[in-house]
């Protein structure tokens, strides 16, 4: 069977984010999750080795682990009771000899020669990622120096997780990663952002793209740009909205956790992966393509567990920002499916993507869609299209 595009992406020399370490924290904890269309295990055994498996049935192909997450000495498919551990070898098969010497599985037959397909797995900061190719660079290089760095720079120490829904999105899943791209649409379509000062175009910061385009992270800082107060008002921009009011205005009180003045920062991995943090909201979500017009959208929020109490209900309090109903996201789940809509009958015409000029580098500032070209630049490497 030929891979369509996206499926030569999730299955090529990509990696892929399974899920947070802390959950498979201790052996016998294992996870369920997805990687494209794939559905996958991911397990700790006695050793404390992490494991990543297709969660297929060697013998008809149905899932062999049901549940979303617990705890396990191996797994059994319900449909003939085939047995694997936790690295998804084969173990045991029901009447693998017969009964009474009649039927069973043929003379020679050896479990070690069938079995789900296996990944490669790498553990960073906190995240287990997998991969199909073995022949993948290592995560690290995947990732390029500049990123990887912002991304440690969140995920400097051990997380709690602190709650996850999933969200459906009316789009390609393509759609949506270059969203989590876009550093030049937030202030303009979330109203949210601008009226209450949380980011603006005419704050300083910019973005990080990876050599290859692949991967990326936007900064926001909370210092306003000299002589740019005026900028969003001169041109007309619909930013502030007087209907906009805080009940509770010491919801968006926040602390400076990192020492740098960053008050947003986005990150992603290419194809589907995007850690978020605004203000002290911190979150970790997964792509996962449900189809050409169909997208799931896992979100997984976390705190550190050293967090004091204020902060652990500060990071509760502002998860209200984002999500299906988020206060500066809700539109994202939106607009996504406005595009889809918009270009049903123009499959021969051109998005023009031009902010910023054309190349995919890095850039000190978010007037820009210069990430947003390097994920096409990633994605047309793979599949040659």
């Avoid at 397909?117 to 990732?143: K, N, Q, T």
């Avoid at 007037?367 to 299209?385: C, D, I, K, N, Q």
Wanted: net charge neutral.
């Amino acid at each position: 069977m030929r891979l369509d595009r996206d499926q030569q992406v999730f299955r090529g020399r990509t990696w892929n984010f399974l899920c947070l370490a802390a959950e498979v924290a201790t052996p016998g904890r294992f996870r369920t999750c997805r990687m494209g269309d794939m559905p996958v295990v991911v397990s700790r055994d006695g050793q404390g080795r992490l494991h990543a498996f297709e969660n297929r049935c060697a013998h008809r192909g149905a899932l062999i682990v049901l549940e979303d997450e617990g705890q396990a000495r191996d797994f059994t498919c319900v449909y003939h009771a085939w047995r694997y551990d936790l690295s998804g070898g084969l173990q045991s098969i029901a009447f693998e000899g017969g009964v009474q010497g009649k039927g069973g599985m043929p003379p020679g037959f050896c479990r070690d020669t069938v079995g789900p397909r296996r990944l490669r797995v790498a553990e960073l900061h906190g995240l287990v990622f997998g991969s199909l190719a073995w022949d993948a660079p290592p995560i690290d290089e995947y990732l390029g120096p500049d990123v990887l760095a912002k991304l440690a720079r969140v995920l400097h120490k051990p997380v709690e997780v602190l709650g996850r829904y999933t969200q459906s999105l009316p789009n390609n899943w393509k759609l949506y990663a270059e969203n989590t791209k876009d550093t030049y649409h937030a202030s303009l379509l979330h109203t949210f952002f601008t009226t209450f000062r949380i980011t603006r175009l005419t704050q300083d910061g910019g973005v990080t793209v990876s050599p290859d385009g692949a991967h990326h992270a936007s900064a926001t800082h909370h210092r306003a740009l000299q002589g740019q107060e005026t900028a969003y008002a001169a041109q007309q921009i619909r930013t502030e909205s007087d209907r906009l009011q805080l009940a509770a205005p010491g919801f968006l009180e926040s602390v400076d956790e990192f020492g740098d003045g960053v008050v947003v920062q986005i990150l992603s991995v290419f194809p589907g992966f995007v850690l978020q943090q605004i203000h002290n909201c911190l979150a970790v979500r997964q792509i996962v393509p449900e189809g050409v017009e169909r997208t799931s959208l896992h979100w997984t929020f976390i705190g550190f567990a050293d967090d004091t109490p204020a902060l652990r209900q500060m990071r509760l309090l502002q998860g209200n920002l984002v999500g299906p109903a988020g206060y500066v996201s809700m539109e994202d789940g939106a607009v996504g499916g406005f595009v889809q809509r918009g270009i049903a009958a123009a499959p021969d015409e051109r998005a023009t993507i031009l902010m910023g000029g054309t190349g995919c580098e890095s850039q000190g500032n978010r007037a820009t869609e210069s990430s947003v070209r390097g994920f096409w630049r990633a994605w047309r490497a793979l599949t040659g299209y």
